[in-house]
């Protein structure tokens, strides 16, 4: 194993991505290792993606034998495990166990490739739905301060951040934003001129904000009123990342709609949109499609993870876990002065960095890369939500050995930091 870690300055990648990337060669279990032979605890999970962890003999066992039968043959037909994981998709419903409908009853299921990809078709089949049952006129739609929803042009025109939306002007009109988790705003702005309302119930880059609960009874209440379209974004907080199956539940959200992706078939490209009856019998052939999406290889892994993660012993550890190192991370800020509070609900969980006690300058806006920085080079990897949130959202097996180790890394940098012995600014 090499001292230095293997990042690379020179790659063919466009500027859109760091000029210094990290280059990973392998991972096993919460651990990852870069091309240097380096280990690091990982506290990223892919950014969500990678629920199960590194290395599993199964999830590529399965994509294998299913490569060997039948890699690709569109959506033009259908195979065994799109029909299977659709099937179990749809019979588990919104409810906290399998089988329980909750507010809607799924009908349907579009697979797609990813999270953007996903919200992109929720806000078609809205817009769809309000011109189909309500007709013209009736097109706008809500998204709120903080959100992020995707990159792509539709998904990007409800991500109200001028960094993102700046370079791509203009962008899908009808598009209002309200504020996020405030009911009285909320009521003065929705009417039925709205097709859809998109919402994340927890705010994956906005910092970690949190939906509460009369805010999601609000939502309820008033997309129902004037018939508009209800999306819940849980490509981030869906398939139990939060200790819920669907972050919706926990809250008393009811969406119409909701939009999964990134831990769907644990690395592998699969989203999908769960579709209601009253928006399905309105959609006409060839209204939507995809080539990719739904292919054998990525529904016969995800099949097996939906077995995984819709586990009620699973999902009860995740909780467990979750409060476990939520009282971890609370302690830290017990014990920093330059540490806030702790957001998130299960293993989706922020740490928040008070900057302007980190950096004299007025521009603190290079303490949290260094801080990214120094956690790497004591071997732990973990995220950035907003300006100034730690976010931290490991395999969802991470154990508690694992959760201390990476605390005793935290604690390590930050004690370097309140030491002097490490600057992270000026």
Same mark, same amino acid.
């Given at each position: 194993?090499?001292d230095?870690?293997?990042l690379?300055?020179?790659?063919?990648?466009?500027n859109?991505?760091?000029?210094?990337? *990290?280059?990973?060669?392998?991972?096993? !279990?919460?651990?990852? +290792?870069? /091309?240097?032979?380096?280990?690091? @605890? =990982?506290? &990223?999970?892919?950014?969500?993606?990678?629920?199960?962890?590194?290395?599993?003999?199964?999830?590529?066992?399965?994509?294998?034998?299913?490569?060997?039968?039948?890699?690709?043959?569109?959506n033009?037909y259908?195979?065994?495990?799109a029909l299977?994981?659709?099937?179990?998709?749809?019979?588990?419903g919104?409810?906290?166990?399998?089988?329980?409908?909750?507010?809607?009853?799924?009908?349907?299921?579009?697979?797609?490739?990813?999270?953007?990809?996903?919200?992109?078709?929720?806000?078609?089949?809205?817009?769809?739905?309000?011109?189909?049952?309500?007709g013209?006129?009736?097109?706008?739609?809500?998204?709120?301060t903080?959100?992020?929803?995707?990159?792509?042009?539709?998904?990007?025109?409800?991500?109200?951040?001028?960094?993102?939306?700046?370079?791509?002007?203009? *962008?899908?009109?009808?598009?209002?934003? !309200?504020?996020?988790? +405030?009911? /009285?705003?909320?009521?003065?702005? @929705? =009417?039925? &001129?709205?097709?859809?309302?998109?919402?994340?119930?927890?705010?994956?880059?906005?910092?970690?904000?949190?939906?509460?609960r009369?805010?999601a009874?609000?939502?309820?209440?008033?997309?129902?009123?004037?018939?508009?379209?209800?999306?819940?974004?849980?490509?981030?907080?869906?398939?139990?990342?939060t200790?819920?199956?669907?972050?919706?539940?926990?809250?008393?959200?009811?969406?119409?709609?909701?939009?999964?992706?990134?831990?769907?078939?644990?690395?592998?490209?699969l989203?999908?949109?769960?579709?209601?009856?009253?928006?399905?019998?309105?959609?006409?052939?060839?209204?939507?499609?995809?080539?990719?999406?739904?292919?054998?290889v990525?529904?016969?892994?995800?099949?097996?993870?939906?077995?995984?993660?819709?586990?009620?012993?699973?999902?009860?550890?995740?909780?467990?876990?979750?409060?476990?190192?939520? !009282?971890?991370?609370?302690?830290?800020t017990?014990?920093?002065s330059? @540490?806030?509070?702790?957001?998130g609900?299960?293993?989706?969980?922020?740490?928040?960095?008070?900057?302007e006690?980190?950096?004299k300058?007025?521009?603190?806006?290079?303490?949290?890369?260094?801080?990214?920085?120094?956690?790497?080079e004591?071997?732990?990897l973990?995220?950035?939500?907003?300006?100034?949130?730690?976010?931290?959202?490991?395999?969802?097996?991470?154990?508690?050995?694992?959760i201390?180790?990476?605390?005793?890394?935290?604690?390590?940098?930050?004690?370097?930091?309140?030491?002097?012995?490490?600057?992270?600014?000026?």
């Open positions: 194993m090499s230095e870690p293997a690379i300055k020179d790659h063919p990648l466009p859109c991505f760091s000029p210094e990337l *990290l280059m990973i060669s392998r991972g096993d !279990g919460v651990w990852l +290792e870069d /091309a240097s032979g380096r280990r690091y @605890l =990982d506290f &990223t999970g892919g950014i969500a993606v990678n629920a199960l962890g590194y290395g599993r003999e199964d999830l590529a066992d399965i994509a294998c034998r299913q490569m060997k039968k039948l890699v690709h043959i569109s033009l259908i195979t065994e495990p299977e994981l659709a099937n179990k998709m749809i019979a588990r919104v409810g906290e166990a399998s089988g329980e409908s909750g507010a809607n009853q799924f009908q349907a299921v579009q697979f797609l490739n990813s999270g953007s990809e996903a919200n992109e078709t929720a806000l078609k089949y809205a817009r769809l739905y309000a011109l189909r049952r309500k013209e006129g009736h097109h706008k739609l809500l998204s709120f903080g959100s992020f929803h995707g990159r792509t042009m539709g998904a990007l025109s409800v991500t109200p951040n001028a960094k993102y939306q700046a370079p791509f002007l203009p *962008l899908l009109p009808g598009v209002e934003v !309200g504020e996020y988790d +405030e009911v /009285a705003a909320l009521e003065k702005k @929705l =009417d039925d &001129t709205f097709a859809g309302v998109i919402v994340e119930v927890i705010q994956g880059e906005g910092g970690l904000a949190g939906m509460s009369e805010f009874a609000a939502l309820n209440r008033l997309c129902r009123k004037h018939d508009v379209i209800l999306i819940a974004d849980e490509v981030q907080t869906g398939l139990s990342r200790g819920r199956f669907y972050a919706s539940t926990g809250i008393g959200l009811e969406p119409d709609m909701i939009t999964l992706a990134k831990p769907l078939a644990a690395g592998l490209p989203a999908a949109v769960l579709i209601p009856e009253k928006i399905n019998r309105l959609i006409h052939l060839g209204d939507h499609g995809t080539t990719f999406g739904g292919g054998p990525t529904t016969a892994v995800a099949s097996k993870i939906w077995d995984i993660l819709s586990n009620p012993q699973f999902i009860s550890q995740i909780r467990e876990k979750g409060e476990y190192l939520a !009282g971890k991370l609370g302690t830290l017990e014990k920093y330059f @540490l806030g509070g702790v957001r609900r299960g293993l989706l969980l922020g740490l928040e960095v008070l900057q006690r980190l950096s300058s007025s521009d603190s806006a290079e303490v949290m890369p260094a801080l990214l920085t120094a956690f790497r004591e071997g732990l973990i995220l950035r939500s907003g300006a100034n949130i730690l976010r931290i959202a490991p395999p969802l097996i991470i154990g508690t050995e694992e201390d180790t990476g605390i005793t890394i935290m604690s390590r940098v930050f004690d370097k930091i309140e030491s002097g012995a490490l600057k992270i600014a000026d």
